[in-house]
């Protein structure tokens, strides 16, 4: 995080404060993740305000100047002029600030947290190492829940701080729907799982899916090639639209471009789902250091459905920070 950026960042938006509620983008500048509500105020240098019931944690973790909360309008007292807010923030804070200040929705720090600085690859490329450790441990055998449970157990035990989304394994018709419900139904063929770890608050997310039969292998086959020409085609200064695009083409060839029902991928980091997205109206333009998902699938109604997913590193061409095998049994 360069906060000298973030200012300058902010004059150009003409801002004299940024108000901050989102504890990711608290991660993000302060090095802390907070367990309850904090705020972060930058007017010519950064100060993260928290409850006294986190000050010890953030004691420890803050890399900026910490204070301990006491009130909104304590608060207030340290911005001033035009204030930039988060379009996330709630309405019922929005409306404790609005009385006294102009507030102006701004996307400054999503905007600095899409390049990734090589401590946030190393820690991305860490939850993937951990979340490739944990699938290969399990045994596909049972129902889709205790699937679930077991790969959830092993992210745990091997270093995730949590899942980094709700675990899906959909197996059999189930799989034909993108975020099935986990049921308690036996696992049938085939069986898409979705998953990720997070390791110092940075997520991966990973799919997989087994198949068995002629069937099911051709769809895979179609997938995987859609998902292996749209990682050939990233590189810095393409729309992201284009990577969709070379994904969904694929799939429209075989004649499945209907059965593709969700963008080929998302970015990633502190949020499981961040820019740039890659979908059909994506006008992100692709840069040195972005990390990104390439997830195509083909959901047919009624019958099943795969996807394979991967977490890649935009370089000079896109770099494949999963290594985990594409077929897996």
Known sequence: MDLN??????????????????????????????TSMSFIIITEDA???????????????????????????????????????????PVSVYEKFSDGFELKITDI????????????????????????????????????????????FNLKSNGSTKPAFNTIVASGKNSSMPHA?????????????????????YCSDLSRTLIEGEKQAEIFNIVLEAQLEAIKAIKPGIKASHVDDVARSVIEEYGY?????????????????????????????????????????????DQFGVRIEDDILVKNRGKVLSSIKKSIN
């Open 47 to 89: 100060t993260l305000y928290t409850s006294k019931m986190d000050m010890e944690d953030a004691s420890n973790n803050s890399k900026i100047s910490l204070v301990e909360y006491e009130s909104i309008d304590k608060l207030k007292e340290n911005l001033k002029g035009k204030v930039g807010i988060e379009k996330s923030m």
């Open 5 to 34: 950026k973030i200012i300058d960042a902010m004059d150009s938006a003409e801002l004299d404060s940024l108000l901050l509620i989102k504890p990711e983008n608290i991660n993000y500048l302060s090095g802390y993740r907070p």
């Open 257 to 301: 471009g209907d059965n593709f029902i969700h963008s080929t991928g998302h970015g990633l980091g502190l949020e499981v789902h961040e820019n740039p997205t890659l979908a059909k109206k994506s006008e992100f333009i692709l840069e040195k250091d972005m990390v990104v998902t390439v997830e195509p699938g083909i959901y047919i109604k």
């Open 181 to 201: 419900t986990i049921s308690t139904s036996n696992l049938e063929s085939p069986v898409v799982i979705d998953w990720g770890a997070v390791y110092n608050n």
């Open 109 to 152: 720090i999503e905007s600095a947290r899409i390049i990734k600085s090589p401590d946030e690859v190393k820690n991305i490329r860490k939850a993937i190492t951990i979340a490739e450790k944990s699938l290969l441990a399990l045994e596909f055998q049972g129902k889709e829940n205790e699937i679930a449970a077991h790969l959830e």
